[in-house]
Nanobody
């Protein structure tokens, strides 16, 4: 069983930056691909970014490509999401998730951290 705890959310002005962290415990972190998702009020949860078990392969939603960077530190059991050039439409609860490589399923989810971007 893997526990995931996000941190780093907050209120930022448009054009600003935030760095989210997701700390994992209770399992073998390096076995899992890691993803970030977000859910805005009244909208469905959407994929943001994914990183492979080694960190060498990443993928992004078109809406964040070129602005967000996902990375991981397997020695610290932590995955990060660096968010630059933030826009009001990035406002959402951001959650990290862990899943087995080779699938698009995620088995473990964090509680989420609120990101609010003011215009």
């Amino acid at each position: 069983q893997v526990q995931l705890v996000e941190s780093g959310g907050g209120l930022v002005q448009a054009g600003g930056s935030l760095r989210l962290s997701c700390a994992a415990s209770g399992g073998t972190f390096r076995r899992y691909a890691m993803g970030w998702f977000r859910q805005a009020p009244g909208k469905e949860r959407e994929f943001v970014a994914r990183v492979s078990v080694s960190g060498a392969v990443t993928s992004y939603a078109d809406s964040v490509k070129g602005r967000f960077t996902i990375s991981r530190d397997n020695a610290k059991n932590t995955v990060y999401l660096q968010m630059n050039s933030l826009k009001p439409e990035d406002t959402a609860v951001y959650s990290c998730a862990a899943g087995y490589p080779g699938t698009n399923n995620y088995d473990y989810w964090g509680q989420g951290t609120q990101v609010t971007v003011s215009s």
